[in-house]
T-cell receptor, first 109, second 115 residues
Framework: LAKTTQPISMDSYEGQEVNITCSHN???????ITWYQQFPSQGPRFIIQ???TKVTNEVASLFIPADRKSSTLSLPRVSLSDTAVYYC??????????FGGGTRLMVKP | EPEVTQTPSHQVTQMGQEVILRCVPI?????FYWYRQILGQKVEFLVS????????KSEIFDDQFSVERPDGSNFTLKIRSTKLEDSAMYFC?????????????FGPGTRLTVL
């Protein structure tokens, strides 16, 4: 599976939009891009998944360029409760998930 | 919203003892997983289970580990003789199918502390 690279940490302030970019240069044709959120001592929680272009749900947007070698998770107007670790994963249907180190997002008041 | 549940939330055991961690996957899901996360480290895959057998396992999942689906609802992870390095959060996950958009849903985890 394609290796993912994302920033180790990011800081933001309440009310700001946060964009976390992940690179996955070796993504294969049948791979999907999935983002999970994890709070301390809790299980990872699915946020959003996409294949290409843009996907939006009630919590986030996911932008994937045409070459699919990167993706950007966009969190609109973050609050303190969005402080968490965010994982970008390249997922192949049916396979187990391979987590990297994730991006530790700190939202400040 | 359906969710994966796990019991107990915290298990403390002595080294060498057997532990069984329990999970109730989402009711119509067919594929089940165990992951673990040592404090401060990445979430690591242990094993996947489908149709009453293991479909894939990692190097971590050695002979000390076993999984079982004893009835139509529970999915268990047994560690036969715990070691200090087994101390971690253990997460169960389930998914409905193997389609590209069939997401894995994780439980809240069991914190295992081996003394």
């Amino acid at each position: 599976l394609a290796k993912t690279t994302q920033p180790i940490s990011m800081d933001s302030y309440e009310g700001q939009e946060v964009n976390i970019t992940c690179s996955h240069n070796n993504i294969a044709t049948n791979d999907y891009i999935t983002w999970y959120q994890q709070f301390p001592s809790q299980g990872p929680r699915f946020i959003i998944q996409g294949y290409k272009t843009k996907v939006t749900n009630e919590v986030a947007s996911l932008f994937i360029p045409a070459d699919r070698k990167s993706s950007t998770l966009s969190l609109p107007r973050v609050s303190l409760s969005d402080t968490a670790v965010y994982y970008c994963l390249v997922e192949r249907a049916g396979n187990m998930l391979t987590f990297g180190g994730g991006t530790r997002l700190m939202v400040k008041p | 919203e359906p969710e994966v549940t796990q019991t107990p939330s915290h298990q403390v055991t002595q080294m060498g003892q057997e532990v069984i961690l329990r999970c109730v996957p989402i009711s119509n899901h067919l594929y089940f997983y165990w992951y673990r996360q040592i404090l401060g480290q990445k979430v690591e895959f242990l094993v996947s289970f489908y149709n009453n057998e293991i479909s894939e396992k990692s190097e971590i999942f050695d002979d000390q580990f076993s999984v079982e689906r004893p009835d139509g609802s529970n999915f268990t992870l047994k560690i036969r003789s715990t070691k200090l390095e087994d101390s971690a959060m253990y997460f169960c996950a389930s998914r409905g199918g193997t389609g590209a958009t069939d997401t894995q849903y994780f439980g809240p985890g069991t914190r295992l502390t081996v003394l």
